[in-house]
């Protein structure tokens, strides 16, 4: 088990959160992970090769959170600060991971589903969502004005 702190933004301010992931999940196959793999240290390397970036969606006891990630080698690198899912569920398809809109990725409830087809993601799961390659991590929402940042 690894615990997973990070601020998690809302419109009305910010709130530390810690989760104790015991299950880690890599969509779009739905593979088991090590949640020994999971970090949350900056890391950055010039000489490493881009490392898939993925927005990984976080069961948490009140709500589902939603932040970056990044698969390499030897880690599964998560940012620190994450948003209240129910905050940009509503204009999903227009937030940006690295330049790309998710709109161009399957729907978070749909990765849910089609997990284990609940409709809610359990407590203390980390799923990784689609990935695109990158070393600087971005997930952009223009409606909120606001940006998650991480490089690994």
Known sequence: MATLSFAGHAKGGVEQVSVDIDQLVMAPDYRSAPTERLTQKDRRDAKQAPAPAHVVLIGAAERLWVTV???????????????????????????????????????????????????????????????LPSLDIELADPVLGRAIKHSY
């Open 69 to 131: 990630g990044a698969d390499h080698a030897d880690a599964l690198a998560i940012a620190r600060t994450a948003w209240r899912f129910e905050e940009v569920e509503p204009h999903w398809g227009r937030l940006m991971l690295s330049g790309v809109a998710l709109a161009t990725m399957r729907a978070p409830r749909d990765l849910i589903a089609g997990w284990k087809g609940s409709e809610r993601l359990p407590v203390g799961v980390a799923l990784f969502c689609d990935a």
